[in-house]
């Protein structure tokens, strides 16, 4: 039986910049950074308070597993703003909406209250975008 969820797949534009991104502007923990052969590096992070979820940062550059043509339509894809990878909770979004656009990070406006709690969209250097929501306080 399926117990959880431990990794999530991220298709970056850069690896190495994706890394910077994550470990150093988001403040994750780097979790794997493993080279396997030429040109196969195993990257991971993950929110520190989440020690049993990896990211997997995957570059998006022609490899064995995939041609130039689909590298280039990912590549663009990214680029484009297509994948959303899911939500981040925070305990206060306005305080780490304005902690994380002192930091040069892109968002799609401002905190947003939605019924699922408050919101704002997060793109990441590459492109990709997430949700980060403060849930609203229980009664």
């Known amino acids: ?56 940062l995957i570059p998006t550059s022609p490899n064995p597993m995939m041609s130039p043509e689909r590298s280039a339509a990912l590549r663009a894809l990214i680029q484009g703003g297509a994948f959303g990878y899911g939500v981040f909770e925070t305990a206060d979004v306005h305080a780490t909406y304005r902690e994380l656009l002192a930091k040069g990070v892109k968002t799609r406006g401002e905190p947003q209250e939605r019924p699922y709690g408050t919101e704002v969209v997060v793109e990441d250097d590459s492109g990709n975008w997430f949700s980060l929501v403060q849930r609203p306080r229980k009664a």
């Open 1 to 56: 039986m399926i117990q959880r969820l431990s990794h999530v797949s991220l298709y970056v534009l850069d690896q190495e910049r994706a890394l910077a991104f994550y470990r150093d502007t988001l403040g994750f923990d780097v979790r794997r950074d493993e080279t396997f052969g030429p040109g196969m590096r195993w990257v991971t992070v993950g929110p520190k308070s989440q020690p049993d979820l990896e990211l997997v």
